[in-house]
């Protein structure tokens, strides 16, 4: 049975970092290759965010959250603790040091995450503290892979011309280092404004390796497999938020409990008596299986439609060479139309989707203006307490 849920509190100068983990989840994250990290902004009303880990279970259809961690930290400092000390309590629970592939020869070796600077050094610095031989920026080169999805929606906004933006968004798929420094090149020559400032932040070692796997130090197989968004996170969230959100702190932790004591329950149903969850398969590639197929279909009822609103008469009538030709050219043109549509309804998808992001980052944005303030607020207020004690113990002293 599931027994044990450790909640650590940290709370310093404003700082609040609060660890949740059942014995399960420790047990069972020290055994993966690579997971996905992210944030979610919903759950808990008020500045505190939810960090969890995630990755899908396809031996037993599921997305699992290893840990939750509620946090009001946006700084590296702050996710530097918040890692070093996750990494403590799973070898409390757990029994056993978490062990990193670059580090250890075994472990994790991938972590896919969206492009959070902060995150990204805090995790760093947290590798770093395991292994001082090698920077934090080059721990990442061996570890971090970056969500295609939030690269897409950073550069979306960006006001470089169509063309410039065609270059960058060959960088994921460069077939060698050398072609990803050649298109680096040929995109610093189009001078378009903001360009430097772009070519300044994704040209350090660590952003340019968590896009492209020829250039990161990550094992090409563990790469290959470990996704290229946080999809399985955001949906990790979603699932979690029909607990409730905007919740009260405790009823947040006591929810994510709850929640994810029966995803773990329902492992050990299936282990034990091998009753499933769910027959289907909800992993990436069966996605994206699933997505040609609809394609292929959508594609096959145009084409019938078609052939319906033709009249019959010249379904009947035999063609000559010519007319077949034409028939054969009219025929390529729907096809192209359908790609066309296809490749439409994809472009507005992502655009939702980067809608969507842009209004999370806002939020995080205003929040940690909150967090400022707060903070600022309780210091003067503090000031002032110290300052009234001190002229009350003088009046004394008179």
């Given amino acids: 049975m599931i027994t044990t849920f450790l909640l650590d509190l940290y709370s310093n100068n404003g700082q609040v970092i609060i660890t949740c983990i059942l014995n399960d989840q420790a ?31 396809s031996k037993h259809h599921l997305i699992l959250s290893f840990c939750r961690v509620f ?35 075994q472990g994790i070796g991938c972590i896919l995450a969206d492009l959070d600077a902060a995150q990204a050094k805090g995790l760093g610095l947290a590798l770093h503290d395991l292994d001082s031989e090698k920077s934090w920026e080059i721990h990442l080169t061996y570890i971090l892979k970056s969500c295609l999805i939030h690269f897409e929606r950073n550069l979306f906004h960006k006001k470089f011309s169509t063309s410039t933006k065609n270059l960058i968004r060959q960088i994921p798929n460069a077939t060698s280092k050398e072609q990803v420094y050649d298109l680096l090149k040929q995109i610093e020559d189009t001078n378009d404004e903001g360009i430097k400032e772009w070519l300044s932040y994704y040209q350090q070692p660590y952003v340019l390796a968590s896009l ?30 029909r607990e409730g959100k905007q919740l009260k702190l405790l009823s947040a932790i006591l929810k994510g409990k709850k929640y994810d004591i029966r995803c773990y329950t329902t492992i050990e149903t299936h282990d034990k008596k091998g009753v499933p969850y769910t027959h289907r398969d909800k992993s990436d590639v069966k996605r994206v299986q699933n997505s040609i197929a609809r394609k292929t279909s959508r594609t096959q009822k145009n084409k019938e439609s078609l052939d319906d609103k033709l009249p019959k008469s010249s379904k009947k009538r035999n063609l000559s060479p010519s007319s077949s030709r034409t028939s054969i050219k009219s025929k390529k043109n729907h096809e192209r139309e359908d790609i066309l549509s296809d490749n439409e309804e994809l472009l507005k998808e992502i655009r939702k989707k980067n809608l969507e992001l842009e209004l999370k980052e806002k939020e995080i944005l205003l929040k ?22 001190l002229e009350l113990e003088n009046r004394n002293k008179c």
Avoid: P
Avoid at 82 to 103: A, D, P, Y
Avoid at 219 to 229: C, L, R, T, V, Y
């Fill in 212 to 241: 492209n796997k020829y250039v990161s130090n990550v094992d090409h197989e563990i790469w290959n497999k470990s996704g290229s968004d946080t999809n399985n996170a955001e949906a990790a969230h979603s699932m979690v938020n």
């Fill in 27 to 57: 047990k069972k994250l020290i055994t993966l290759d690579c997971f996905q990290i992210d944030v979610s902004f919903k759950r808990v009303k008020g500045e505190i965010n939810e960090f969890e880990i995630n990755t899908y279970d």
């Fill in 368 to 389: 940690e203006r909150e967090v400022k303030a707060r903070i600022a607020e309780a210091e003067a207020r503090m000031m002032e307490a110290k300052a009234e004690a």
């Fill in 71 to 105: 946090t009001n930290v946006f700084t590296a400092e702050g996710y530097h603790r918040l890692f070093s000390s996750l990494f403590q309590i799973v070898h409390e629970v757990s029994g056993q040091h978490m062990q990193f592939k670059h580090i250890h020869g």
